[in-house]
């Protein structure tokens, strides 16, 4: 009996197993063995933080099956795979591998077996990361798999490591020392969040201070003073105020700082930005002989000055400032007092511009705010300045941009704490570490030198690297904290004035007399000095370099009428035997950026080339037929009158660009002049030429030109317009189209076609497709019959061969012929003939049968892929409609016991794969097939061997299944009954 029973299990564990191993071999799938996430030197990673920017990718071990395998992140909340191709593979192993812009990595495996192979894939995080801890999880197709390297990545905030500070931390920096080692420390230190400062009698205990940055050892007496002046009492704070007309402050503007700091990634002061109401404190204000003075431009700037005398300043809001209706300005008159070092004057703007907290957003979309510290002022000399005899003031204006004036003052301290929009939490800039990673900068302008000993300078207490312009009139100090002006800058329409800049916002050169340095931190610091003692400085973070400008665009059109919009001639086809037109007018808009929000200067050149198509034409004489634009739709006007109330007004010239044509290429180049009256406000100026041709012109006009932007070095941009294209024909025009071989719906122009053209009773004519794909039949006899023979491009199917004639009763051309892919269109005065050629094509046939007994089978699946990897769609009658990228969007032929017959596939070689097998059947190898004009003689048998035992998907494992259970507790029972074998 044991004899028995051991037959029996050896049967059972013989079917059990042997269904299992082909159970595996039939779902034999992709497999992940690790994945790693790494940086971007290989490194592993265990820890992030939010809002890193750093590159992470990761990097796989995996098996492929022969065909597409498709990996995706599980929860693309957090992380994604970047788009692009994934260059770092085995070119031997013929694996081709993607990521999609759905963020999917496609891999294709060419060859019909598994390969193993690795991977690096890109990955971007989302940003912020407002999870504790990061875990990817990755899946094969639809199903998510479990994978050993995939661990969980903690995930830090940028600023867990202040809230571990219980106090307010300064830090001093010794000067003496060598700062060498300590560059890092030097350039930034880090900002703690806004303290709690408790004092005695005060009424409501919170005010608060923003931690400045590392400052110099000179500085640490003033910093100490303007702490203590922070936690006086609330009696005290609203003593130091001042209640006046316009600005009626109802706290003192250093304490509104009561909230975090907010890491921004971008701010940006904005010239069209106004502070209506503004808080004018410090521990200044309120002391004997200071008054704080408001004053307006009044309606249509009634009451602007220039040059301040007397006590002008009292009563006009300053000539530089940004000028509208009822501007304010708030002059701070000092006392004779020779010791200011240890006062201070604070101002807080509502709104100075805007910022933005997230390195995605294309603009700032938050509105900012700002208060301004002047503190460690120093009166000038007055027997140096005889002619400034004014008592010593500090004027402001309601728009931050516009900055300051400041008079009978030689140097003082500025710093500057940005905010959000009620002041309320203090911006922190990112940390700066290179020029090339650093977007964020404060710009001071018009830094003059005027003459010797007499100029302007700017500088930072931050020891912050500063950035000035080629060929600057700006220069840097050895300690690197000063940039004296020394260049001498010329006004807006000063004519023969010598000068070394334009001293005005658009000039081409105005960068040359600016310095900017990095926005970083919270507190911004900063130096102003004037040895003549009276200065207007503005206040910018346009960048003091030019930017890259957008793309221009071209039009072409019938009048001189400026909008883009405007473009009727475009894509038009005009028929010369009803329109004589002989010229019309190309236009290329070139987009600016916005001056002074976005940069504070210009290109040094614009230059504009175009070349004209053969058959147009400009006159280099006739400068009526070049014009330039404004951003305001206004052509440039080349002569002004000053002072027009004159006796002899005075007539200022504007010099012109230079146009140069030879031949068909035009190029302008801009003046200095011109450039400087374009206004930059984000808005496209115009180059606009007209254009002449023969009023008999028959052919197509295709132009596109170029704008190039150029300061030299790395500041040279060249970008292209789009193309524009106008046809004029008389008589016929023939198009030439082809199907397209992997969309037979669609067509496409088919350039270089020859067309043999004879007429009866006379010779043959030979014409050419252009690249538009058409030609025009010129000077046809309606009197003759014309037989019109194709030479037939390689790829498609015979020659297309049709005679013309005209019809003197309708006044139209008629066609005869190969009518079915030949037609005549349109109307009398612009009929088209189109000849449109089929791509030759075929078909293929098979037929799925047993492997033993060559039986029919049914329920086999196939897909088709072409050689470029793509797979095939069908319709219902198996003609191919087109092609798509995954095998899972391909159309899956089924077997039944007839043959499969699919066509309209273009020559070239296939791949026949079987995407599931009928049930109990192995799934077959791939058939390659090739397409060609040589007939199929028969089906191809496509052959599948049958499993021994019946595998999942079909009905017979249970059965078996069963029938093991079955024997395995008959034994046991038996074993139980006759343990002894009896």
């Known amino acids: 009996m044991k004899k028995w029973l051991r037959i029996i299990l050896l049967i059972t564990c013989f079917v059990g197993l042997t269904s299992f191993l082909r159970t595996q071999a039939q779902e034999r799938e992709a497999s992940i063995s690790t994945a790693t996430l790494q940086d971007k030197t290989g490194g592993v990673v265990t820890e992030i933080t939010s809002h890193q920017p750093q ?73 912020p990361l407002l999870i504790p801890t990061l875990l990817l999880k990755l899946k094969l197709g639809d199903t998510p798999v479990d994978v050993e390297g995939i661990h969980e990545i903690k995930v830090k905030a940028e600023d867990s490591d202040a809230d571990d500070e219980a106090a307010e931390e300064t830090v001093v920096e010794d000067k003496d020392k060598d700062t060498s080692t300590k560059k890092k420390d030097s350039q930034k230190t880090k900002q703690k969040k806004s303290q709690k400062t408790v004092t005695p009698n005060n009424d409501n205990n919170t005010t608060k201070k923003v931690a400045e940055k590392t400052t110099p050892k000179e500085d640490t007496t003033e910093d100490t003073k303007a702490t203590e002046e922070v936690t006086k009492t609330s009696d005290a704070k ?98 004779g007092n020779p010791d200011l070092k240890n006062q201070e004057i604070v101002v807080y703007y509502p709104e100075v511009g805007a910022y933005t907290d997230s390195n995605q957003a294309e603009k700032p979309d938050k509105k900012m705010g700002a208060i301004v510290k002047i503190s460690n002022m120093t009166y000038r000399d007055k027997g140096k300045t005889p002619k400034r005899l004014q008592e010593p003031f500090i004027d402001f204006s309601s728009n931050f941009y516009s900055g300051i004036v400041y008079n009978g003052i030689e140097e003082l301290n500025i710093d500057i704490t940005f905010t959000n929009e009620d002041g309320t939490r203090a911006l922190e800039f990112p940390e700066f570490v290179s020029e090339e990673d650093h977007s964020a900068y404060f710009t001071f302008g018009s830094l003059n030198g005027n003459t010797d000993e007499q100029h302007e300078w700017a500088g930072t207490r931050l020891s912050l690297p500063a950035k000035l312009s080629e060929g600057s009139f700006v220069k840097a100090h ?33 960068e040359k007399g600016a310095v900017s340095f990095p926005l970083t931190g919270v507190v911004q610091q900063y130096m102003l000095r004037s040895e003549l003692g009276f200065t207007w400085q503005s206040f910018s973070t346009g960048s003091i370099v030019p930017l890259e400008p957008d793309k221009p665009t071209k039009t072409v059109h019938t009048n001189p009428v400026f909008d883009p919009k405007y473009n009727d001639l475009d ?35 614009i230059i504009l080339t175009d070349r004209l198509p053969n058959g147009a034409s400009i006159d280099p004489e006739k400068p009526e037929d070049f014009v330039l634009y404004n951003t305001n739709g206004e052509q440039l006007v080349y002569e002004k009158v000053k002072n027009p109330e ?56 295709k132009n596109r030109a170029r704008v190039e932007f150029n300061s030299g070095g790395k500041y040279i941009w060249k970008k292209e317009t789009n193309k524009v294209v106008t046809r004029f024909h008389r008589g016929i025009t023939l198009k ?46 309606p009197k003759k019959t014309y037989t019109i023979t194709e030479e037939v491009p390689k790829g498609y199917v015979s020659p297309q061969e049709f005679t013309l004639t005209y019809n003197k009763d309708s006044n139209r051309w008629e066609i005869s012929g190969n009518s079915a892919q030949v037609v005549i269109s349109g109307g009398q005065n612009s009929q088209v003939i189109t000849v449109t050629n089929k791509v030759k094509r075929g078909g293929y046939q098979f037929k799925k049968i047993d492997g033993t007994t060559d039986k029919p089978l049914a329920g086999a699946e196939f897909i088709i892929r072409n050689k470029d990897g793509k797979y095939l769609t069908f319709d219902d009658s198996n003609k191919m409609t087109g092609v798509v990228d995954t095998h899972q969007e391909a159309t899956r032929l089924t077997s039944t016991k007839d043959p499969i017959k699919v066509t309209g596939l273009p020559y070239g070689k296939y791949k026949l794969i079987e995407a599931k097998a009928p049930d109990g059947y192995v799934v077959g190898t791939t058939h390659k097939f090739t397409v060609s004009k040589k007939t199929q003689d028969k089906t191809e048998l496509i052959k599948n061997d049958p499993y021994s035992l019946p595998v999942t998907g079909g009905r017979g494992i249970i059965w078996f299944i069963s029938l093991g259970l079955i024997l395995t507790l008959s034994a046991l029972a038996i074993w139980r009954t006759h343990p002894r074998g009896g």
């Open 55 to 127: 590159d992470l990718q990761l990097e796989l071990a995996i098996e492929i099956p022969e065909g597409e395998t498709v990996v995706t992140l599980d929860n693309e909340d957090n992380a994604k795979f970047k788009p692009g191709k994934i260059t770092d593979l085995d070119p031997d192993k013929d694996i081709t591998a993607e990521v999609d812009e759905e963020h999917q990595l496609l891999l294709n495996n060419e060859q019909e077996e598994v390969q193993n192979v690795k991977l690096t894939v890109p990955i971007k995080l989302a940003d």
């Open 571 to 605: 894509g038009a086809t005009i028929n010369r035997d009803e329109n004589d037109l002989n010229s019309f007018y190309y236009t290329v808009y070139q987009p600016t950026y916005s001056i002074p929000n976005e940069s504070v200067t210009k290109p040094n050149k």
């Open 238 to 335: 609203k003593s130091s105020l001042t209640k006046t007309t316009l600005s009626t402050p109802t706290e003192d503007p250093a304490t509104r700082l009561t909230g975090e700091n907010i890491k921004v990634h971008q701010g940006q002061v904005q010239i069209g930005s106004w502070s209506e109401k503004m808080d004018i404190g410090g521990n200044l204000i309120g002391q004997e002989g200071v008054e704080v003075v408001d004053k307006t431009s009044e309606e249509d700037g009634k009451n602007v000055a220039g040059f301040y005398v007397g006590d002008n300043f009292r009563k006009f809001y300053y000539v530089s400032y940004q000028q509208k209706s009822n501007a304010l300005s708030h002059a701070v008159a000092l006392p």
């Open 478 to 510: 050895a300690d690197n904290k000063w940039y004296e002006g020394f260049g001498r800058g010329v006004v807006r329409d000063a004519e023969d004035w010598p000068g070394d800049w334009g001293d005005f916002l658009g000039a081409a050169d105005y």
């Open 646 to 701: 004159a006796e002899k007004p005075e007539i200022i010239t504007f010099e012109r660009g230079t146009l140069t044509v030879k031949g068909q290429n035009v190029r302008y180049e801009l003046s200095s002049d011109e450039i400087g009256m374009l206004d930059f406000n984000g808005d496209p100026f115009a180059f606009q030429m007209r254009v002449t041709f023969s009023a008999d012109f028959v052919g197509t006009f």
């Open 736 to 781: 030439k189209l082809g199907d397209l071989p992997w969309d037979p719906a669609q067509t496409e122009e088919l350039e270089k076609v020859i067309f043999n053209v004879k007429s009866s009773g006379g010779k043959t004519t030979q014409v050419e497709t252009d690249n538009n794909g058409e030609l025009v039949l010129r000077k046809l006899n």
